[in-house]
């Protein structure tokens, strides 16, 4: 799927499912939200911290769907095409990074 289907696809659903979007406002903090239970995730799983019984059964990879689909909501309510900005950015960081890492000894 590409990225600017998957905008078009949440558009829709948001239309269909849910009346309209939340205002930037309270997207930015369900996102803020999204990323916290991506971390905790991260954390307990992967990190040092131990992880609760019943996070065990909690899956990633619907917590980065979850982040995934209101940071479409944000781009699509602010007109952003995600695969522009994706690809400007990767640009941008050709441009900047083309030699740093790999010329860093701490990734050899």
């Given at each position: 799927?590409?990225?600017?289907?998957?905008?078009l696809?949440?558009?829709?659903w948001i239309?269909?499912?849910?009346v309209?979007?939340?205002?930037?406002?309270?997207?930015?903090?369900?996102?803020?939200?999204e990323?916290?239970?991506?971390?905790?995730?991260?954390?307990?799983?992967?990190?040092?911290?131990?992880?609760?019984?019943?996070?065990?059964?909690?899956?990633?990879?619907?917590?980065?769907?979850?982040?995934?689909?209101?940071?479409?909501c944000?781009?699509?309510?602010?007109?952003?095409?995600?695969?522009?900005?994706?690809?400007k950015?990767?640009d941008?960081?050709?441009d900047r990074?083309?030699t740093?890492?790999?010329?860093?000894?701490?990734?050899?």
């Amino acid at each position: 799927m590409k990225i600017s289907d998957a905008q078009l696809i949440v558009d829709e659903w948001i239309k269909k499912y849910g009346v309209r979007y939340f205002n930037e406002l309270t997207n930015t903090a369900i996102l803020m939200e999204e990323v916290g239970e991506v971390a905790r995730i991260m954390a307990r799983r992967y990190g040092e911290q131990s992880e609760k019984e019943s996070d065990k059964q909690i899956k990633l990879e619907d917590e980065l769907a979850d982040v995934l689909f209101v940071l479409i909501c944000i781009a699509n309510q602010t007109g952003i095409s995600l695969e522009d900005a994706l690809k400007k950015n990767l640009d941008k960081k050709t441009d900047r990074d083309s030699t740093r890492h790999l010329n860093n000894e701490k990734l050899t």
